[in-house]
């Protein structure tokens, strides 16, 4: 009863389709069995490890334990890790080992050693490496000997002690007093054998072993649902048999793998105490440790020529005065007059740039944005909070003069609190890989990573696949699926456990009645519909399969590997980090988040098409940043709702109040943006009437007037709260920030300390405790819903952009939209119908003078394009267009020039389908008669 036991050996659900524990339960049942530690040894990644520090370390502070948490891995050696190709008669061998670190540093090791599976030996969905590589990297790690798929077993099992001994010695010479021989008892035949072997091997080499269990699930009553989880995992039935060879699947031979309590584990290795103490000894060895940093960024390269030209002083670090130096530089093009009140603006927001320590990430930003222009990739004007930086807009991030909109640096960046800034970039989406490229190219290939995404297992899904595993037919399967609300996010174990009282709030009348009965199946006796909602509450929530995010980097200071582990994607060399998005950021490393945008594209193709087209067009010089924001012409597009391939402007619901509205200023466009969204849209018809007249507007107070009358004396905007703060109640800038984001997230114990400091302030500079608790409780109704201004003028502008195109060069831009709906035939439908609406012909394919994409002709026609022909791909249309350097006079002449096994006898079809070959003055289906 003394004895002591902790269970390191442990499986979470990121050893997909594997396991079916997740962290937090490990944790809680940790805890309930009064363990002093416990481990996790994920089958080949370490996906799982930063939430597991993180909770332990959240739980230790809070609830005073002192649990200390062992990570480990374990991995895929193969000695042929680096060869991707074997047959039937020469398979690859693998096996497994557990290893643990001892420290960060031997975290770090661990770190390399899982990344190097992924990168350099992943085959067949396995990420191996090779003892050369465990040699390398052994530095404070402490290797078990493992299961039955661990060498020494294996090898003892297959070839016999005199081999397997080779082995043990092998790992013993390299490990020393770090090797520790496992012992496992789950009640199999080959166990025990391998066991007597274990014990002989380390009292002769005097190894200590240490009692163990391999844990996959937490309760024995959960092994059936891990036998689910292993059939969904090999896509069999659980009707088939367990066993080896034909006939049979792979499953647990018994229920004995999972988290027993400490009488257990004393019960069954009573005979061999000293594998308690031995366990206990190795856990004092694994010291407690963060894995998160400071915030990293990589080394921005400051010019040479710069420091000797402007830099007197020896400092090492450069940032600050380089970052002041393009900030004025770029102030003096952009602004016609430095006045007091912009310098102020500027030293402001350096001098917090400066405090916080981060002016390399404006510059590493800056540099990104610029060789994007260098490269021809389109930018976008801005996109979230940094619009509100005037350092940003001077530099060149942004294209927004947040001065002349009334934005805000510290909505963008609290002056009180040091955090990483967070930018955003819209790139256009056919230009956002070839700025990643040149991101690994610069920073370097070991220094990049795009982010990881785990697809889980919904309510949907966990009975979907544990009803296909039982063998539920279809049609159940399906009606039971469906009884699962859509709109809101709970899990089984809620919907089955949860008071119908408390779903009654949450639910339509329609989801509560499937709720209700999706509780009766549960209650069931003995039918397959209840087994099934039952083993799919234990599955659900298991990691399924890994996705990419879709824009967020990481670029890191020296190898990556050093910090995280990775993996590599699919379809690029790209590092792809096992951590996902909110834990990356967590781990101090600097994200940057990149994204495609479609309308960003079309902007780039349209003004491509207008400069092709110059010719036939004089004095056109059309810069976009100059084009006028009071342009009557695309005002009138705005009030008619004429907004059909119009950025954000687009709906129905958007055109229907765009028309009662009448935009008639940037500011309407802007306002508009942030309110038709759930929630604040309820205010739309208050907003329009008060434009029109229709509904008085008042102000609370009169200094409220200046911050509310572009918004008709509605809260549109979170920057008007802060405004508003500081202006009543002397609010610092910082506090105003964490005010607006109180109200945006409802947190009551922030907002009851903001509201007395509200009201104290706001008596102090002589107002009404009644108007200043109307204030606050308008506040409370609306502010909650109001929106990001900065992130709403950005959008706005280039929605503004997108409506002058198509108002002046709307063959142009429609042509340009086509071609970026290509793929879908309802969409070009759509818009080619748009087209006959504004005037503008839209000719059919013509071999001569379709391109891939769609194109305006001398006549400023569209003409169809040749990629949107179905069943023609890319490279067919690559070889016609090739081959066309003089006009093709018929189908054979064609034929005779053109790559056939790309031209193939579908694409001619299709070709002649299309019209594409009518100018041959030869009819359709004629080229379809036998004899042709």
């Not at 021809?376 to 002349?404: H, L, M, N, Q």
Request: aromatic content about 12%; hydrophobic content about 35%.
């Amino acid at each position: 009863k003394n004895q002591y036991f902790s269970h390191i050996h442990n499986h979470t659900y990121f050893s997909i389709l594997s396991s079916t524990i997740d962290i937090n339960s490990l944790i809680k049942k940790t805890i309930e069995y009064e363990m002093d530690a416990v481990g996790i040894t994920d089958y080949g990644n370490m996906m799982g490890v930063f939430n597991f520090l993180n909770k332990i370390k959240t739980i230790n502070d809070s609830e005073k334990k002192k649990i200390k948490p062992i990570i480990g891995c374990e991995l895929f050696i193969s000695d042929n890790y680096l060869i991707k190709k074997f047959t039937k008669k020469n398979p690859d061998k693998i096996y497994h080992q557990v290893l643990v670190a001892k420290n960060k540093n031997g975290y770090e090791n661990l770190s390399k050693l899982c990344s190097k599976g992924f990168i350099d030996g992943y085959y067949s969905g396995i990420p191996r490496i090779g003892k050369n590589l465990v040699e390398k990297y052994k530095e404070n790690l402490i290797a078990i000997s493992g299961d039955l798929n661990s060498e020494i077993p294996l090898t003892l099992l297959n070839k016999g002690e005199k081999e397997a001994e080779k082995v043990f010695k092998w790992w013993h010479n390299l490990f020393k007093d770090d090797f520790y021989i496992e012992i496992l008892r789950h009640g199999l035949e080959e166990e025990d054998h391998v066991n007597k072997i274990l014990i002989k091997f380390a009292k002769k080499y005097k190894v200590k072993f240490i009692a163990q269990n391999n844990n996959f699930y937490l309760e024995k009553k959960d092994a059936n649902a891990h036998d689910i989880l292993l059939c969904v995992k090999n896509c069999q039935k659980q009707s088939i048999p367990i066993g080896k060879g034909k006939g049979f699947r792979f499953g647990f031979t018994n229920k004995e793998f999972y988290f027993k309590n400490k009488l257990q584990m004393y019960n069954i290795f009573s005979d061999i105490p000293e594998a308690f103490e031995n366990l206990k000894e190795l856990i004092e060895k694994v010291e407690v440790y963060e894995i998160s940093n400071p915030i990293l960024l990589p080394k921005f390269e400051i010019p040479n020529k710069w420091i000797k030209k402007y830099c007197k002083s020896n400092e090492i670090n450069y940032e600050n005065e380089y970052l002041k130096y393009l900030t004025y530089k770029g102030a003096k093009k952009k602004f016609y007059h430095l006045n007091e009140k912009i310098k102020k603006k500027i030293e402001f927001e350096l001098e917090t740039i400066k405090k916080i320590g981060y002016p390399g990430y404006f510059l590493i930003v800056q540099d990104f944005i610029l060789q994007a222009k260098k490269i021809g990739v389109e930018v976008g004007p801005g996109r979230g909070s940094v619009a509100g930086s005037v350092v940003a807009y001077c530099i060149g991030i942004t294209k927004i003069d947040p001065i002349k909109y009334n934005l805000l640096f510290e909505r963008f960046l609290n002056p009180d609190r040091v955090s990483l800034p967070d930018i955003d970039i819209d790139f256009d989406d056919k230009g956002r890989e070839k700025i990643i490229k040149w991101v690994v190219k610069k920073y370097g290939k070991d220094n990049v990573a795009q982010i990881i995404t785990y697809g889980k297992m919904g309510a949907k899904s966990s009975i979907r696949d544990t009803a296909r595993v039982l063998n539920l037919s279809l049609e159940e399967t399906d009606k039971m699926a469906k009884m699962v609300p859509t709109n809101f996010n709970f899990s089984l174990k809620e919907i089955i456990t949860k008071d119908i009282k408390d779903l009654k709030k949450k639910l339509k009348f329609e989801e509560l009645k499937n709720v209700i009965k999706l509780k009766k199946i549960f209650k069931e006796k003995n039918t397959l519909q209840a087994k099934t909602l039952k083993q799919a509450m234990v599955i659900e929530g298991s990691v399924r399969n890994t996705g990419i995010h879709a824009c967020g980097i990481i670029i890191t200071p020296s190898d990556i590997k050093k910090y995280i582990p990775v993996a590599k994607t699919k379809d690029s060399n790209l590092l792809l980090t096992q951590f996902d998005n909110e834990v990356v950021e967590k781990m101090g490393l600097l994200k940057m988040d990149f994204l495609g945008l479609k309308t960003l594209t079309i902007i780039k193709e349209t003004l491509f098409l207008i400069k092709k087209n110059i010719k036939l067009k004089k004095n056109i010089n059309l810069k976009l940043e100059k084009i006028p924001l009071d342009d009557e012409k695309t005002y009138e597009l705005f009030k008619n709702g004429e907004t059909v391939a119009v950025f954000q402007y687009e709906s129905h619901g958007m055109q229907k109040y765009l028309k009662q509205f009448k935009p008639d200023k940037f500011y309407d466009l802007i306002a508009m943006n942030a309110l038709y969204r759930p929630g604040p849209m309820q205010y739309i018809p208050n907003f329009i009437a008060r434009k029109h007249g229709q509904e008085k507007i008042s102000y609370d107070l009169p200094e409220l007037k200046e911050f509310l009358k572009e918004t008709y004396g509605i809260t549109v905007y979170q920057e008007q709260v802060m405004l508003i703060s500081q202006k009543i109640s002397g609010f610092s800038k910082g506090d105003a920030d964490l005010l607006r984001k109180a109200i945006g997230k409802k947190e009551k114990n922030i907002l009851s300390n903001m509201k007395k400091k509200f009201i104290d302030g706001g008596k102090k500079n002589g107002f009404s405790s009644k108007i200043l608790e109307k204030i606050w409780k308008d506040w409370k109704a609306f502010a909650s819903y109001a929106f990001n201004k900065s992130h709403s003028t950005c959008y706005s502008y280039i929605a503004f952009q997108t409506a002058y195109l198509k108002t002046h060069y709307p063959a142009e831009y429609m042509a340009s939209v086509l071609s970026n709906n290509m793929k879908n035939i309802k969409d070009i439908s759509f818009f080619i119908e748009e087209c006959k609406r504004i005037g503008v012909i839209v000719l059919g394919p013509e071999i001569n003078e379709s391109d891939y994409k769609f194109t305006v002709n001398k006549l400023g026609f569209i003409r169809f394009g040749i990629g949107a022909i179905k069943g023609i791909g890319e490279y067919s249309v690559k070889s016609i267009l090739k081959e066309r350097k003089k006009k093709y006079n018929s189908i054979l002449g064609l034929i005779k020039k053109v790559d056939l096994r790309l031209v193939n006898k579908k694409v001619l079809e299709n070709l002649v389908v299309s019209g594409a070959f009518d100018n041959f003055k030869i009819k359709r289906s004629q080229y379809f008669y036998e004899e042709n």
